[in-house]
């Protein structure tokens, strides 16, 4: 058998499981076909024939055990819980009013200052 049909067998066991809510019912074993087909793919583009059939296999056979997962967990009506994750919202912020500085005292009205008077000549301190 060819990597090449071994990888078509991976592909539609993998879209099988898909088509029947691998991704719902069996998360784990749909997610394991799809990466062994990737790199079943990617093998085979490096011409790792041997490689590439063997991680093939592997994928188509997740892709089946997902396909059987999932029916079974349809015909029992049971769905995998989900995580809720509920996020407290943060405490509110407390509320600041503004402080204002108590108005101040009006102060007394300084006299203007003036420059001192210059002291008057006197006479004999005049030309002699």
Do not use: C, F, N
């Amino acid at each position: 058998m060819s990597a090449t049909s071994v990888i078509d067998d991976a592909e539609t066991s993998v879209a099988k499981a898909h088509a029947r809510d691998g991704d719902k019912y069996a998360v784990y074993d749909t997610t394991l076909a799809d990466l062994y087909l990737m790199k079943a793919r990617e093998e085979q583009g490096h011409a790792h024939y041997t490689d590439a059939e063997e991680l093939a296999e592997e994928s188509h056979r997740h892709g089946e055990e997902a396909v059987r997962k999932a029916a079974l967990a349809k015909a029992a009506e049971v769905s995998v819980p989900t995580a809720v994750i509920r996020q407290t919202p943060p405490p509110a912020a407390p509320v600041v009013t503004p402080v204002t500085p108590p108005a101040e005292a009006p102060r007394a009205a300084e006299p203007p200052k003036t420059a001192p008077a210059e002291p008057a000549k006197k006479p004999e301190d005049g030309p002699k």
